[in-house]
């Protein structure tokens, strides 16, 4: 199975992966429009980390591991929120840009809570 195949079979690591491209793409525009070191740091952390979290809750040794990491991207989601907010508030970023961007991560947040839920629920039932 090739990795484009994968992707488009797995909805959280396509979208997440995708967005990951586009969080790149503005930490570049930011340093070179705008010399914008720090902010254009936190954001490439934060919204690079929940493509890297779904890829390795599918190698997760547990459950609770996979929850875990999905967790973690969720949290990561949040901050990159706040950091497209700020970006925005700020006039780094235009009002498309931002919200653009913004239904991107609303969408992938509600993916990793419905991914956490559903793992939850199973092994619930276990």
Request: proline share 0%; net charge positive.
């Given at each position: 199975m090739t990795e484009k195949t994968s992707l488009k079979n797995d909805p959280l690591?396509?979208?997440?992966?995708?967005?990951?491209?586009?969080?790149?793409?503005?930490?570049?525009?930011?340093?070179?429009?705008?010399?914008?070191?720090?902010?254009?740091?936190?954001?490439l952390k934060s919204g690079t980390n929940p493509g890297a979290m779904a890829r390795e809750a599918?190698?997760?040794?547990?459950g609770s591991?996979?929850?875990?990491?999905?967790?973690?991207?969720?949290?990561?989601?949040?901050?990159?929120?706040?950091w497209l907010e700020l970006l925005y508030a700020t006039e780094y970023i235009s009002e498309i840009e931002f919200k653009s961007l913004m239904s991107?991560?609303?969408?992938?947040?509600?993916?990793?809570?419905?991914?956490?839920?559903t793992k939850k629920k199973n092994l619930a039932s276990i």
């Open positions: 690591r396509e979208k997440t992966f995708q967005f990951a491209v586009r969080i790149v793409k503005l930490n570049q525009h930011l340093i070179n429009k705008h010399k914008e070191f720090t902010l254009s740091k936190q954001i599918a190698f997760a040794e547990s591991d996979f929850i875990h990491k999905l967790s973690i991207g969720r949290k990561e989601n949040g901050e990159t929120q706040y991107d991560s609303v969408e992938i947040g509600r993916l990793l809570t419905s991914s956490i839920k």
